[in-house]
């Protein structure tokens, strides 16, 4: 049975679980631990637990490693429900709101009812999800419910709005305005008991996973207890040439702490543009991970990209792993195999418009070479 943690907030650029338990049959047992170094939003961390395998992950995405590390260490719904009636509490002692400012923005005014950012405003004061299991579980589930499709949910907190990402302030405003759409009143304390009572319906996996926000390069340094213990690796780097995290999910980024505007420009990646410094990225990251490999394991990519075919991925992919990997043989364990991108973000709003575009997933036998 699907647990209903994988849907604790959309995200974009997901592996099905589907995906991850069969290369966890394939190339794990019970017992073995398990990694990804671009956790996303935790899929492989949280199935693996699931499967009775130890895991870990990284991620540099604020919102990654909140949602991530909810679904691999959840708490109680006791302990969930206690944290939100104090919050609830305090919210409506009212010491706390004469000191809560929205953004001096048209988007703010026009995204949310009145009452409602006020809620959001104090839940974003008094959240410590970096520190506190409990509130970083209720920061995840407010993540999945901050924006969306407020017509047809009674769960999203905004105007009208993609569940996946979040809309630029001045488009949202002029189509808000366009088509005469007003912010829903909606009680946030509420759907948050709601939404967690769901999330936490089932028991939960009897293993506890890691997630820390760090750069994959600095793996190795940020899980020195699983040194030399990885027997599998399942993850998708970002993509080259296809999207930006921290613009595509700049609300929430906000809800976490991070400024009220997108940030492009400055906080471009051009890692992830250029094919070159691309390759060299994932080099690095494959080094960083490679203290914690056992001296028999596997790795599982799935990757894409708007402008390389699958036979350049496989080539450079097998050359990236190669060179970081230098004290490992390195054995391709099939072609690879391909499936196309579906449910793109573009196609969201543009059905149609873009020429189809697939991923493809490889799989490596790693054997450490005896010196």
Same mark, same amino acid.
């Given at each position: 049975?699907?647990?209903?943690?994988?849907?604790?907030?959309?995200?974009?650029?997901?592996?099905?679980?589907?995906?991850?338990?069969?290369?966890? $049959?394939?190339?794990?047992?019970?017992?073995?631990?398990?990694?990804?170094?671009?956790?996303?939003?935790?899929?492989?961390?949280?199935?693996?637990?699931?499967?009775?395998?130890?895991?870990?992950?990284?991620?540099?995405?604020?919102?990654?490693?909140? #949602?991530?590390?909810?679904?691999?260490?959840?708490?109680?719904?006791?302990?969930?429900?206690?944290?939100?009636?104090?919050?609830?509490?305090?919210?409506?002692?009212?010491?706390?709101?004469?000191?809560?400012?929205?953004?001096?923005?048209?988007?703010?005014?026009?995204?949310?009812?009145?009452?409602?950012? $006020?809620?959001?405003?104090?839940?974003?004061?008094?959240?410590?999800?970096?520190?506190?299991?409990?509130?970083?579980?209720?920061?995840? #589930?407010?993540?999945?419910?901050?924006?969306?499709?407020?017509?047809?949910?009674?769960?999203?907190?905004?105007?009208?709005?993609?569940?996946?990402?979040?809309?630029?302030?001045?488009?949202?405003?002029?189509?808000?305005?366009?088509?005469?759409?007003?912010?829903?009143?909606?009680?946030?304390?509420?759907?948050?008991?709601?939404?967690?009572?769901?999330?936490?319906?089932?028991?939960?996996?009897?293993?506890?996973?890691?997630?820390?926000?760090?750069?994959?390069?600095?793996?190795?340094?940020?899980?020195?207890? $699983?040194?030399?213990?990885?027997?599998?690796? #399942?993850?998708?780097?970002?993509?080259?040439?296809?999207?930006?995290?921290?613009?595509?999910?700049?609300?929430?980024?906000?809800?976490?702490?991070?400024?009220?505007?997108?940030?492009?420009? /400055?906080?471009?990646?051009?890692?992830?543009?250029?094919?070159?410094?691309?390759?060299?990225?994932?080099?690095?990251?494959? /080094?960083?991970?490679?203290?914690?490999?056992?001296?028999?394991?596997?790795?599982? #990519?799935?990757?894409?990209?708007?402008? $390389?075919?699958?036979?350049?991925?496989?080539?450079?992919?097998?050359?990236?792993?190669?060179?970081?990997?230098?004290?490992?043989?390195?054995?391709?364990?099939?072609?690879?195999?391909?499936?196309?991108?579906?449910?793109?973000?573009?196609?969201?709003?543009?059905?149609?418009?873009?020429?189809?575009?697939?991923?493809?997933?490889?799989?490596?036998?790693?054997?450490?070479?005896?010196?």
């Amino acid at each position: 049975m699907r647990s209903p943690l994988h849907a604790l907030c959309p995200y974009f650029a997901t592996f099905p679980g589907e995906f991850v338990a069969k290369q966890l $049959l394939a190339y794990s047992r019970p017992g073995d631990t398990v990694f990804d170094p671009f956790c996303g939003c935790g899929t492989t961390v949280l199935e693996s637990i699931l499967y009775r395998r130890p895991a870990a992950g990284t991620d540099t995405n604020p919102v990654a490693a909140c #949602v991530a590390g909810a679904k691999a260490a959840p708490p109680s719904l006791r302990s969930v429900v206690g944290r939100l009636d104090q919050l609830h509490q305090l919210f409506e002692n009212g010491n706390e709101t004469p000191n809560l400012v929205a953004p001096a923005d048209d988007f703010f005014a026009a995204c949310f009812h009145e009452s409602t950012l $006020l809620q959001i405003l104090f839940l974003r004061e008094q959240l410590q999800w970096r520190t506190s299991r409990v509130d970083r579980f209720i920061a995840a #589930v407010a993540l999945g419910c901050l924006h969306g499709e407020s017509h047809k949910s009674p769960n999203c907190l905004s105007n009208r709005m993609p569940r996946t990402i979040s809309t630029k302030p001045e488009y949202s405003v002029r189509w808000w305005a366009g088509k005469k759409c007003l912010p829903p009143e909606r009680d946030a304390f509420m759907i948050l008991r709601r939404l967690c009572g769901f999330r936490l319906s089932q028991p939960g996996a009897a293993l506890r996973g890691t997630v820390r926000m760090t750069d994959a390069r600095r793996a190795a340094s940020a899980f020195p207890s $699983l040194r030399g213990s990885v027997k599998l690796i #399942v993850t998708s780097p970002p993509y080259l040439d296809t999207t930006h995290y921290r613009e595509d999910q700049w609300l929430r980024l906000w809800f976490l702490g991070g400024p009220a505007r997108p940030t492009r420009g /400055s906080a471009r990646d051009d890692r992830h543009t250029n094919n070159e410094k691309y390759w060299r990225f994932l080099t690095e990251s494959w /080094s960083g991970c490679a203290p914690l490999l056992a001296s028999k394991a596997v790795l599982v #990519v799935r990757i894409g990209g708007a402008r $390389l075919r699958k036979e350049q991925l496989l080539t450079c992919l097998t050359a990236s792993v190669e060179s970081a990997l230098a004290g490992f043989s390195v054995l391709p364990l099939h072609a690879g195999t391909t499936t196309e991108i579906r449910n793109r973000q573009t196609n969201a709003f543009r059905p149609g418009a873009n020429a189809r575009r697939y991923e493809h997933d490889f799989a490596f036998q790693l054997s450490r070479r005896r010196s």
